[in-house]
């Protein structure tokens, strides 16, 4: 810290000091955590060029060979069941109906993907006891939504996620918006009821709360004084200097977004920055160790949060599932992204090859398919 503030006469009660050997326990954690901090929001700042490395890596490199493995997917999947259903080839019973199944599998896992085209082929696949099957379950749940909610639904139709165009999207909400309401009230009553059946609160819950609103109006009572006495410095309508003018107003801004959302750790990096920007006017404000306790425990939270913000949003991308380390560091996550790279080469190649053998020689797929079998697939 810059300023050096003087002791107050007053037992356990201090003014919050900078660098002098005559701090206690609690203003040495609190520089500590402070610092800590400081660095955790450099992180973040040095990350974010990161993050947006691996967004174009992602936009511009995997992507395109993921839409180009899901059309070669479909055309594997349209050439295994052509040569099955025009018998290309000769099969042995027990290996027919593992076919069978096994592209069955694949239509109803993907038909709400694209309803027609898997949609047609299941229908050509299942047999008369499947489709019974399925479409006794299907009324049985749209029996169930019209007497619950009083609306006629297609089940099917209702989760279809492919649409011709825009406006066949807007119609289809429309269809079913009625539905939607319905059911988004009764979810949540529902909820709303098992909240209320919830069980009574112990004695230590309730004091445990007790204490964090206690906790949290004094930290209330604490921001509001570093924020009325940061405030008159740097109101920038008492400054006539320009140059000061804007400087101050940028931090005002700052500082009334830090208040807003009771960010001690944010309201004392400004004071730093106030007191940089005007030494000749420090901000002398006193705070007994509970206080900066309390300060020391909420800025160890805050840094907590950041990290795992940061952890979040970069292992939450669909190409970061399988990242070696929680470490981020720019030589190893280029390495990283380059291997991303390759395998998805590597995997477009491996469809490519597949749907070329369908075509020039029907017979692989029984290779196919004892491959299949032996990574111990059932149907």
């Known amino acids: ?28 954690e609190f520089n500590t955590v402070l610092r800590k ?17 691996v967004n174009e890596t992602y936009l511009k490199d995997v992507l395109p ?16 069941c052509e040569i099955l259903f025009e018998e290309k080839i000769s099969f042995g019973k027990v290996q027919r109906e593992f ?10 896992e993907n038909q709400l993907e694209d309803m027609f085209f898997y949609g047609n082929f299941r229908d050509r696949l ?19 939504i019209k007497q619950k909610f009083g609306v006629d639904i297609d089940w099917d139709d209702f989760h279809r996620t492919q649409f011709s165009s825009e406006q066949e999207r807007e119609e289809h909400e429309k269809k079913y918006e009625d539905f939607r309401e319905k059911f988004e009230s009764y979810r949540n009553e529902y909820y709303s009821n098992n909240r209320n059946r919830t069980r009574k609160k112990s004695k230590a819950q309730i004091e445990k709360e007790k204490k964090a609103i206690e906790a949290e109006k004094l930290l209330s009572s604490d921001i509001n004084t570093l924020f ?16 000061l003018r804007e400087k101050k107003s940028k931090l ?31 901000t002398e404000v006193s705070f007994h160790d509970s206080s900066i306790q309390r300060f020391v425990k909420i800025i160890k939270s805050k840094i907590s949060e950041l990290e795992e913000s940061m952890r979040q949003r970069f292992f939450s991308h669909p190409i970061m599932a399988d990242y070696p380390s929680n470490r981020i560091t ?8 380059k291997r991303v790279k390759t395998d998805n080469q590597m995997v477009t190649k491996a469809f490519q090859k597949e749907v070329d053998q369908l075509l020039n020689d029907p017979k692989s797929i029984k290779t196919m398919i004892k491959e299949i079998q032996s990574l111990g697939a059932h149907f």
């Open 37 to 53: 901090h400081k660095e955790a929001m450099e992180r973040s700042k040095e990350i974010e060029p990161l993050f947006q490395l």
């Open 228 to 243: 009325k006495n940061l405030a008159k410095l740097i109101h920038p309508d008492k400054e006539q200097d320009p140059i």
């Open 65 to 80: 060979h993921l839409e180009k493995q899901k059309e070669l997917a479909k055309e594997r999947f349209r050439l295994m």
């Open 1 to 28: 810290m810059p300023s050096e503030s003087k002791k107050s006469n007053t037992p356990g009660s201090l003014v919050w000091t900078g660098l002098g050997s005559n701090q206690t326990k609690a203003q040495i």
């Open 126 to 144: 299942e047999t008369k006891f499947e489709r019974l099957e399925r479409e006794r379950y299907k009324n049985q749940i749209e029996n169930s």
């Open 99 to 108: 076919l069978r199944r096994y592209l069955l599998n694949i239509c109803y």
């Open 330 to 337: 720019k030589d190893t996550l280029t390495n990283y992204l």
């Open 252 to 282: 005002m801004t700052k500082l009334s977004g830090a208040r807003d959302n009771m960010n001690i750790a944010e309201i004392l990096e400004i004071k730093l920055e106030v007191d940089s920007l005007i030494p000749s006017e420090q």
